[in-house]
Structure formats: C-alpha cells, structure tokens
C-alpha cells in the first residue's frame, strides 16, 4: 500500500507505519498500567496544589463508587463535567471513565441557550459544574434530563487554609460567582467523602472498546452542535499513534507539561490529560490562561518540558512582559494546533525559547491528531505535517475523486481514531462519512511530492473574489508579517463588482497604524485579487473559548 502512502518515506527514523490500537482495550487500562508504574509520580498540578498517580487513582475510585453505588448510574450513562482546569476535572474524568459511563465535556462559557441544547441532545441525567456556572445549570435544568447535580468551588482540592483563601477570593472579593440555588445539589467534596466509604473495583466494571468514551460536541462555530461518539478505542488508537510520534523525544516518567488549553477541550484532552497519563507525566494545569500576566508568573515557577496551545494563545505570550525570562532550558516540545500557527508566531517562538513550534492538525471527529510534523522539525514550515502511523489522508473534489500531488481540494481522513458517527444524527454523519470509510474535515488542503498536507483553508471561509478563490490564512500570514499587528482576521464581504472584497480586521500593537500602511504592505505583497479593500482596527477579536478567531462573526458584522 506504501504507494498510495508517500508520507512513509519522510517519517523520522524509528516511527512506525502502524501502531497496534488494540494492546489496550480501553482508557482505563491505559490508565490502570500509567497508576501502576508511576504511582509516586506527580500528575496533576493545579493552583500550587500536586497530586499523584496513586492519589488519582484513589480519588477517581473514590468518584466512580459514588456514580454507581449511591447513584445507581448503569452502563453507558451520560455525565456531564462542567468546569476548568482544576484538580477536580481529571479526578471525575477517570472516576466516569472507569464507572464505565460516557463522558460529556461542557464548555464552562456556555449561554443557557447552548447549555440546553447539549444537556438535552446528550441525555445527561448528572452534571458537576463549578459554582462559578452554576446560575446557568440553574436556568435550564428544568428543561433537560439532568436528576443529579455536583457542585464544587474552585479550591474545593487544595489544602487548608489555602482552600478557604481561595475560595473567599473567588467568591466574597472577585465576585466571580453568581447567586444560583439547586436545592438538591450535593458539594464535590461530600461526595468524594461519601464514595470512600463505597467499595469500587475496575474488575466489577465492564468496559468494551466500542463503548463511547466520550460525547464530544462540536460545531458550535457552524451552527448547532453535534456529540462526535468518541469510543474507548478511537482514544486508545490516537493515545498509541501520538506516542509513537513522539517515540525518544518525550521521556517516560520526566515531563511536565503546560496545560493551559482547557481540557474539555479535545486538543487539551487527549494530548495532555490522555497522552501524557500514558507516559507519566505531570500535567501543570493554568485555571485561566486569558489572565496573561498570571500566566506567565505560572511559567517562572515551573521548569517545564512541554506545551501545546493555540496561535493565539503562543503570540499572547509572546506579546507578554516578563515571557522572555521565563526558564526555557528544559523545553523540549512545543506543539501548535485547533487553527492555523501563523508563520510570524512560529519564528518569534523559536526565536525567544530555543524550541521549534511544531504544528498538528485534527479534528473532534478524529479524537483529534490526524497529522503531525516530525518532532526534529528544525524551522517552521507551514504544513500540518504527515498523517500519523495507523491514518491514511488524501485530498479529493467535489466528485470524491482523489486529486493528485499539488492540487488542492477537501482534505479527507481515514483511520482508528475517526468517530463512530453523530450522536442521533445518522443524516449529519452521513453527511460527512463517505462508504469507503473517509472523514470528510470541510478544510481545503493539498499534499506534496514528500507527504506533508498544507492546509488552505476552511471549505466555508473561503472567499471568491471575481471567481478567485482566496484564503483567509494566506492574508493573515502577510498581514501578521508587521510588527506594528497585534492580531488579524480575514473575512470575505458582498462587493457589487468581484461579488465578494477581503476585509481585514486588526487588532493593532502599534496605536498609530493606518489602514495606508496596510494596504501598502499588501500590495508589496500580495497579488491584486487578494489585497485587502477594507481595513478595520478592533480592541479584540471575537474567539471561542480555546482562543479561536471566530471568522464568522466578523463576517455577520461586516455584511450586517
């Protein structure tokens, strides 16, 4: 098959072409064999507070008896966890893995409306939810399936009196949480207390790989969201693919990562909390990485080897006093996802940490990697590198013919990782699942002669200028070349002569830039067809909650 696979010849050395998906039959005995070889190892960080393998696995127990002991949760229930990066997240994520129930990740950030939607679409009948949200959980429940209630406060894990510090802080003087009253919610600490006296034990749980692990929701940026069925296997198969990518440059035992990416998100979830589980790592989570500066103290503190993030979030960084003194010395891997990494990021990246930014592309749908550059990546090089070990990709047009080298079309994916299909929507996974088994992602991309895939662009953010198709990232990589741009986004509006002109929308570094400067720096780079007609100057961009650009909404406000 190698011929149909040219990206097996520029693999690093050591990196297989398969991976066995199946040596675990589910995240939890991935987990299982992590908590028995690295017990004493640190593995979750939060808020200055560390806990163990072993104490993971104590307190995951500890959850999982509560599920089903005292709620009597059978097998393949929904529970949905609602919350940020704190030590109560990986706590409950193991504890619903290994009750055997599926996990529903929500978007803290959620407006009643989207909450609804997806408690009800789900058919979660427990929610754990930080107080901080709580009002919202409130809003809606009578209108979804939820019977169970969890509530935790955000230093709910940390010793005393440091809980109760934070606790006050967060509530008394930053006036973070909403009033909200759940007469019937149980405190997360209750029913941890509760769940140790309950006995669990994994041999009494009966978990099969095709059983879903997770209802992912995604498509919120598209209109209304879908739970991508995520199984134990898909996850087993991306944890095994990513591993072997990473195969001598991570070290067992040794790495601490940055988890600033939330990790109900799926790049977070899987990469971090999952991947680095596996090869017993210390996951250092940050609560709240738009608190830049806080950030960066985190940073000064730890010597990490590890990070993953979002453009957005490596250029705030960049653009952050106090970044450049941060320890950078053990700082082995950077990796770069869930939209474009712009080429002016990448450079001043390695530029100030020693350390290539190394992009990967994936999708919900594919739990999520799907293609990776090679770790010894020495310079940025605008792929999204080649499909990973167990994955075939190829780019095909609008009739499902595959396209050869060179040319451009829909990127298509096919491998262990892609999901099981749509929650109760057969026509939406169809709509996307062809019969030969390809995953249809909607981003227009195409391959070289050596394997790697570039992506160009979203299917719908595409802009046609008098029938010339322009993309979006190629305006913003040119654009985000002057040091006087903080961040752009390019959006496509109606023009009565080329049907659609680009848009810019900038968010300036430099207070003084005009839109002159703008578009002379276009026009010295960019063909005519692509230039920017109009340049706007925001404070800020509108962003989903990881931190990316929301195209869309700039569009609406454009042509609105």
Sequence with gaps: MTHDRPWLASYPAG??????????????????????????????????KTITYAEVDRLSASFAAYLLGELKLKRGDRVAIMMPNCLQYPIALFGVLRAGLTVVNVNPMYTARELRHQLDDAGATVILVMDNFAHTVQEVLHETPVKHVITTALGDRLDFPKRAIVNFVVRNIKKMVPDYDIPHAVRFNDVMAAGAKLPFSDADVQIESGDIAFLQYTGGTTGIAKGAMLTHRNLVANMQQASAWLGDNVRAGEETIITALPLYHIFALTANGLVFMKMGGLNYMITNPRDMKGFVKELQKTRFTAITGVNTLFNGLLNTPGFDRVDFSKLRLTLGGGMAVQRAVAERWKQVTGCTLVEAYGLTETSPAACINPMDLKDYNG????????????????????????EIGELCIRGPQVMRGYWNRPDETAAVMDADGWLHTGDMARMDERGFFYIVDRKKDMILVSGFNVYPNEIEDVIAMMPQVLEVAAVGVPDEKSGEAVKVVIVPKDPSLTAEQVIA??????????????VEFRKELPKTNVGKILRRELRESATA
Excluded: M, W
Aim: glycine share 6%.
């Design 15 to 48: 990196v297989p072409a398969e991976v066995d998906v199946d040596e675990y039959p589910s995240i939890v005995s991935v987990l299982q064999a992590a908590l028995a070889k690295y017990r004493d190892r640190p593995a979750f960080s939060s808020l200055g």
């Design 383 to 406: 792929s999204i590198g080649l499909p990973i070990p167990s994955t075939d990709a190829c780019v095909k047009d609008e009739d499902g013919n595959v396209l050869p080298v060179g």
């Design 521 to 534: 720096h276009a026009r010295a780079n960019l063909t005519g067809y692509k230039r920017p007609h109009y």
